[in-house]
């Protein structure tokens, strides 16, 4: 497994297993506490492991904690996804960064998105199954959410959203988010 560096997040991180593949079908390491370690981070520090199943062109997104923020690990453990992930630390060097990516359960890869960063995806598989490794408790008060069709964001959707929840449809603006922050 190898872990690279995220240039449009700072931070961010990309680990990539090596799935090992034959007439059986692979195996495949998903998480490694040396190599998390290598990178800086500490392995015991995340706390609760989720799995969300989603089918083609559900959305969800664009989230984030408020307070002390929220790292995670996600993967897509079955079918595939259209990742994004948003530098909303307005300290960094990336703020207002965004990378995204194509995961799926062929690559098995994961990424590590800071706090402070806002992420969400889209299913672009009949079914996709994401996995997420999380360093806080869940605290319901202390979600945000972002519009996803913000314009200022002008994220790069690959597809219409066919299903969301009420909370991702009724979003708020970037600029809404960024200004209760600030009071």
Same mark, same amino acid.
């Given at each position: 497994m190898k872990a690279t560096e995220v240039?449009?997040?700072a931070g961010a991180l990309l680990f990539e297993p090596a799935p090992h593949a034959d007439e059986r079908g692979f195996f495949c390491r998903t998480f490694d506490a040396d190599v998390v370690r290598s990178v800086g981070l500490d392995p015991d520090a995340f706390?609760?492991?989720s799995v969300s199943r989603s089918v083609r062109g559900v959305l969800r997104g664009l989230h984030l904690r408020s307070g002390a923020g929220e790292a995670?690990?996600? %993967?897509?453990?079955?079918?595939k996804v259209f990742d994004v992930v948003v530098d909303l630390r307005a300290d960094s060097p990336t703020y207002l960064g965004q990378a995204f990516f194509d995961l799926s359960d062929e690559?098995?890869?994961t990424v590590y998105v800071p706090a402070g960063c806002a992420h969400g995806f889209q299913a672009l598989t009949a079914t996709a199954d994401v996995s997420y490794r999380?360093? %806080?408790p869940h605290d319901p008060a202390e979600d945000v959410t972002i519009a996803f069709d913000d314009p200022?964001?002008?994220i790069p959707w690959p597809l219409p959203a066919t299903s969301m929840s009420p909370r991702d449809r009724e979003a708020p603006s970037l600029a809404e988010v960024l200004k209760h922050r600030e009071s």
């Open positions: 240039p449009a997040i706390v609760q492991d995670k690990l996600v %993967r897509c453990s079955y079918g690559t098995q890869a999380i360093d %806080r200022e964001l002008a």
